[in-house]
T-cell receptor, first 107, second 116 residues
């Protein structure tokens, strides 16, 4: 079993849609949690950190459930520019990446 | 503030040759990580430096890979001799040590290595 597992995707949604990505992790000692975004042939870039209390940044909402070892990312009112691969990252010392979920937002 | 820079951006070498990748982290970042993404797979951890010390090298695939960070500044990752399966994108990331944890990691643009 992989340490970090994400929805396989791909997700193809129309503009304006709401889309949710899920991620589970196996190491209960994990300390920090992040969502990164990676555009085609580019490096991963931090989208947002994920906290147990849940956190929101504009159209993006991230949730962490430590008991279930589950992380989610919700994107509301999708834009064409949201098209990218979204990586769930779990950190304890080193960062461990999920496979990524590819989102394509279509007009 | 300059970001994480990697050199070269692309490298095409023949099987059996040697390649050295370089990473310059963000100034002041003691943590430096190397990751690799091979075709169709997830980004995988290779190793982690704290300053000049190897904190975790559990992801290094075999002894053909040698990473160094002399002086705790830039790092090099040497592959010798290169094999076909070493092809992929090699990312470097750095972060600042902060209290009991670290800040988020910032990534370089990666080195795309092709072994033919």
């Amino acid at each position: 079993r992989k340490e970090v597992e994400q929805d396989p995707g791909p997700f193809n949604v129309p503009e304006g849609a709401t889309v949710a990505f899920n991620c589970t992790y196996s190491n209960s000692a994990s300390q920090s949690f992040f969502w990164y975004r990676q555009d085609c042939r580019k490096e991963p870039k931090l989208l947002m950190s994920v906290y147990s209390s849940g956190n929101e940044d504009g159209r993006f909402t991230a949730q962490l459930n430590r008991a279930s070892q589950y992380i989610s990312l919700l994107i509301r009112d999708s834009k064409l520019s949201d098209s990218a691969t979204y990586l769930c990252v779990v950190k304890r010392g080193k960062s461990t990446f999920g496979d990524g979920t590819t989102l394509t937002v279509k007009p | 503030e300059a970001g994480v820079t990697q050199f070269p951006s692309h490298s095409v070498i023949e099987k059996g040759q040697t390649v050295t990748l370089r990473c310059d982290p963000i100034s002041g970042h003691d943590n430096l990580y190397w990751y690799r993404r091979v075709m169709g797979k997830e980004i995988k951890f290779l190793l982690h430096f704290v300053k000049e010390s190897k904190q975790d090298e559990s992801g290094m695939p075999n002894n053909r890979f040698l990473a160094e960070r002399t002086g705790g500044t830039y790092s090099t990752l040497k592959v010798q001799p290169a094999e076909l399966e070493d092809s992929g994108v090699y990312f470097c990331a750095s972060s600042r040590v902060q209290g009991a944890g670290d800040t988020e990691a910032f990534f370089g643009q990666g080195t795309r290595l092709t072994v033919v």
